[in-house]
């Protein structure tokens, strides 16, 4: 367990790249305080002009046949023809845009009424005095904007210069609209008010999006959710859709009722005929035969016939229902509106299977009136109807075969009660052929009574297969825009926007921005950073003066020690690049002068035979140099010169320009030039022409004793330093190092540079103060 007063100390690769990452960005700081206020702004202005939303919810128990639902005896006593229903299909009703057009024609939203606000407008549902009537809804012209007045004296609107009374249908140019009373209205305007007017289809289709329902998987409660700028306007909403999808339900029954009804009606007619001659004929027989009675036997004939006779009757009736459902099927495919009764059918799949297909084809219809026939959705119904029928005609065909087995059967049984008939006296088995014929008959006309008088309780009950469990309550607080949530993504959004910009800048630059682009691109050390210099002067340490630069080349000069330079005899350094403009001769130049201002004698050599500098850097100009030595052409005393800069500066110009300098450079007499020197000097600098350019570099390296490499801010592209590791272990440069010159400053920051994390200084231009910090 850790100690109380033990620190948890940061990894240190974390703490690195925490690091990089302030050194990256810190430097744009102003554009981050602009973005930020901007973005606050936005954030601000946004939630100004966009209107809370309010979420209202309601919950309705449906009775599901795949779940427990209670199912009261009394309830389906009264209401026969009630079928049960699957909660899935339930939830896409009350989705259906039919749904939400009959609302929406119901509570007229499709006038919206406003208030002109100082940004925005504001929803008048509950401030205007009127809300408006449609006679034709469907017809209603679109108006974007119509200001009106109420004149609460005269009980008038006035538009424009038109008044128009309340509670009737007058002619406008937006249709017949019929002016009434708001309801709602609680507190009047403050300022001006205007309604606009959209087509309900358009308007249903808009409602209808912000309709969200969830039900559960155990149970049949159905949440249904509905999120509006009025909060009241949301509970009216909610509340009619459940009235109109129960009204929906009734009336589904009673067109089931009354289909059933007629078509029990009709047999009954044509029984209640039959019944008639039946017993017509049995008082003529009477009377023609006088007076007969049926005997013990003919009674005991009678009573095992009536209950075979009576369950014939009932496979009849059966039989004629699949007859009007086949008929049904073969109109058009089942295409008419009307789905047949399934009275006296015993299989509860027929009924459950033409439920759905009047559904889906309900469906079908109401989608077909908006959506094209390539509709996906649309395509997808009708491949479902067309799978439905099949099916039906596949049970009918069974329940069919079922029944003429039944019957066969009944008829066998009821073919060895004939034989009691040879024992009875004729007048008498002729009486009793009469009477069983009217027991048949009446038997199926007191079936047909009963189912009548339930289809007739299914017309008048207003029973419905739900019930509400909480009628639809608003929110107090509104549910969007969230403040704290517009806010945090305006303030994600100012910091993102310009670290991504920055970090793609950076992805998509091929040139050295950062050190540690550096680091990962090679393993050599770097021993020092240079800022940018503008002034413009080559020699930028001099005698007195304390400045940020020369304060770098300082750390330089310190920093050769890592690489073993002035230890053991070790005194040849050697400068380098990648190309011409890097400002090698500029670091080669000054920190040879930095080395002699410590009181060590130091010669700096100009070795870059093909575009020699440090002469005019220098501001000097001798005719001979180091081309003339190897030529054998003088001595090394002749051309070494002191120089004005400092008196222990020495220096080696180049002389006259061979026209092979690479070659001249392999002379033995350059390494007897060499030795000389170092025998004579305290540090030997070579300046050298570039490595990418040339072979000097390469030619002149394992003669020294250290090779610095000059790096230049966003000049030296990336890959020579790529080239350069892969090149360097065929050709080495010895102990090499590398400086990362011309580092100008990032961003806003003006007075110090942001690209190297080593140490570094910021130095205050009017005060000449530094102060040094450590950026690792």
Avoid at 22 to 41: E, G, T
Avoid at 169 to 175: H, R
Avoid at 282 to 305: F, R
């Amino acid at each position: 367990m850790q100690p109380a007063n033990q620190k948890l100390r940061v990894p240190k690769e974390q703490k690195k790249s925490m690091t990089d990452a302030m050194f990256k960005y810190i430097p744009y700081w102003p554009v981050f305080v602009i973005l930020m206020a901007v973005s606050m702004f936005g954030a601000w202005f946004y939630l100004r002009i966009t209107p809370p939303m309010y979420e209202a919810s309601a919950s309705i128990l449906i009775k599901d046949e795949t779940k427990g639902t209670y199912d009261p005896e009394m309830m389906n006593e009264l209401d026969q023809l009630n079928g049960k229903k699957i909660i899935e299909n339930e939830v896409e009703v009350l989705k259906s845009k039919s749904l939400m057009h009959d609302v929406v024609k119901n509570l007229h939203i499709y006038a919206s009424f406003f208030e002109d606000g100082d940004m925005a407008p504001k929803p008048a549902y509950s401030s205007s005095p009127i809300t408006i009537e449609a006679a034709n809804p469907d017809a209603l012209r679109k108006a974007k904007k119509v200001e009106f007045l109420f004149s609460a004296k005269d009980s008038q609107v006035i538009i424009g210069s038109k008044k128009y009374p309340l509670n009737q249908f007058v002619a406008t140019n937006y249709g017949n609209l019929k002016f009434v009373p708001n309801k709602h209205y609680t507190t009047p305007a403050l300022k001006p008010l205007f309604f606009t007017l959209i087509n309900p289809k358009v308007a249903a289709e808009a409602f209808n999006s912000k309709l969200k329902i969830v039900s559960s998987k155990v149970s049949t409660v159905i949440t249904l959710n509905f999120r509006d700028i009025i909060p009241e306007r949301a509970e009216d909403i909610l509340n009619e859709l459940i009235a109109v999808y129960n009204k929906a339900n009734i009336d589904e029954k009673k067109r089931l009722a009354a289909s059933t009804l007629n078509f029990v009606n009709d047999r009954l007619a044509a029984v209640d005929s039959e019944l008639h001659d039946v017993e017509k004929k049995a008082q003529t027989y009477k009377s023609t035969n006088g007076a007969v009675d049926i005997g013990q036997q003919g009674q005991l004939y009678l009573k095992s016939t009536s209950e075979i006779d009576t369950k014939l009757g009932e496979i009849s009736v059966q039989m004629a229902v699949l007859d009007e459902v086949d008929k049904y099927l073969q109109s058009k495919e089942g295409s008419t509106n009307f789905m047949p009764s399934t009275l006296g059918v015993s299989d509860p799949m027929l009924a459950d299977l033409l439920n759905k297909l009047t559904e889906k084809k309900l469906r079908y219809e109401n989608l077909k009136k908006t959506a094209g026939e390539n509709n996906p959705v649309l395509t997808s119904i009708k491949s479902e109807i067309d799978k439905l029928i099949p099916a039906i005609k596949d049970n009918v065909k069974n329940q069919r075969a079922s029944l003429e087995a039944s019957k066969l059967n009944l008829h066998a049984t009821n073919n060895t009660y004939s034989s009691m008939l040879q024992t009875i006296p004729e007048k008498e088995k002729d009486l009793i052929q009469i009477s069983r014929e009217q027991v048949i008959k009446s038997s199926i006309y007191s079936f047909l009574r009963q189912k009548k008088e339930s289809a007739e309780l299914s017309i008048n009950s207003t029973l419905v297969d739900n019930r509400v469990v909480d009628k639809a309550v608003a929110a107090l607080y509104p549910v969007s825009p969230k403040s704290s949530m517009i806010y945090l993504v305006a303030m994600i959004f100012s910091i993102a926007l310009p670290v991504g910009f920055i970090s793609l800048k950076g992805m998509l630059n091929r040139k050295v921005i950062f050190r540690q682009e550096i680091e990962n691109i090679t393993s050599f050390p770097i021993i020092g950073e240079v800022m940018l210099d503008k002034s413009k002067d080559p020699l930028v340490i001099k005698e007195g003066k304390r400045t940020f630069i020369a304060e770098q080349f300082r750390r330089i000069r310190t920093s050769l020690a890592y690489l073993g330079v002035s230890h053991a005899g070790k005194k040849r350094v050697l400068v380098t690049s990648s190309l011409s403009g890097e400002g090698k001769s500029f670091v080669a130049l000054n920190l040879a002068l930095s080395l002699a201002m410590t009181g060590k004698k130091v010669i700096l050599l100009e070795l870059d035979l093909a575009n020699p500098s440090l002469s005019k850097k220098l501001d000097v100009n001798f005719e001979k140099g180091v081309s003339n030595y190897l030529w054998g052409e003088c001595e090394p005393e002749e051309v070494i010169k002191r120089t004005t800069a400092n008196n222990n500066l020495f220096f080696l110009p180049a002389g006259q320009l061979p026209d092979n300098p690479s070659e001249l450079l392999m002379s033995e007499r350059l390494k007897e030039l060499l030795d000389y020197l170092e025998d004579i000097f305290d540090h030997v600098i070579i300046d050298s022409a570039p490595a990418s350019l040339l072979t000097d570099a390469y030619v002149l390296s394992p003669m020294c004793h250290a090779t610095l490499y000059v790096v230049k801010h966003k000049f030296t592209p990336k890959v020579y330093l790529e080239r350069l590791e892969q090149e360097n272990s065929v050709n080495q440069l010895s102990n090499l190092g590398i400086i990362f010159n011309g580092i100008r400053s990032r961003g806003f920051i003006k007075n110090g540079y942001g690209y190297g994390y080593g140490y570094g200084y910021i130095h205050d231009n009017n005060s000449g103060k530094k102060t040094r910090v450590k950026k690792n």
